[in-house]
Nanobody, 129 residues
Framework: QVQLVESGGTLVQAGGSLRLSCAAS????????MGWFRQAPGKEREFVAA????????YYTGSVKGRFTISKDSAKTTVYLQMNNLKPEDTGVYYC??????????????????????WGRGTQVTVSS
């Protein structure tokens, strides 16, 4: 069974940086897409970034392009989200997710939470102004 465990969330000032980690286990992920989502209080869960495990294919929502970077360490089966120049609107619970359907050509498929079968419990990121 796939397990995803996030870590790295904390309180940070606007303009600062954080790196979130997602330790993945339970199977091999060569055909998977790994994603990061976030949810602010009172709002729906929204897509942040995703990547195909076995290809150099990356997806980002517009508001984080140029500031956030998704990456992985295959040896550790860990996915990272490097977040720079953080803004108060980046505040929320950040979730790691995994989709076993890594063959879609259209990246927009991975923008939806319903495209992911496995989820972590989340890690809180709070950006103060």
């Amino acid at each position: 069974q796939v397990q995803l465990v996030e870590s790295g969330g904390t309180l940070v000032q606007a303009g600062g940086s954080l790196r979130l980690s997602c330790a993945a286990s339970g199977r091999t992920f060569e055909n998977y897409v790994m994603g990061w989502f976030r949810q602010a209080p009172g709002k729906e869960r929204e897509f942040v970034a995703a990547m195909k495990w076995s290809a150099s294919t990356f997806y980002y929502t517009g508001s984080v392009k140029g500031r956030f970077t998704i990456s992985k360490d295959s040896a550790k089966t860990t996915v990272y989200l490097q977040m720079n120049n953080l803004k108060p609107e980046d505040t929320g619970v950040y979730y790691c997710a995994a989709s076993p359907r890594g063959g879609y050509v259209s990246g927009s498929y991975y923008y939806s939470p319903t495209s992911y079968d496995y989820w972590g419990r989340g890690t809180q990121v709070t950006v103060s102004s």
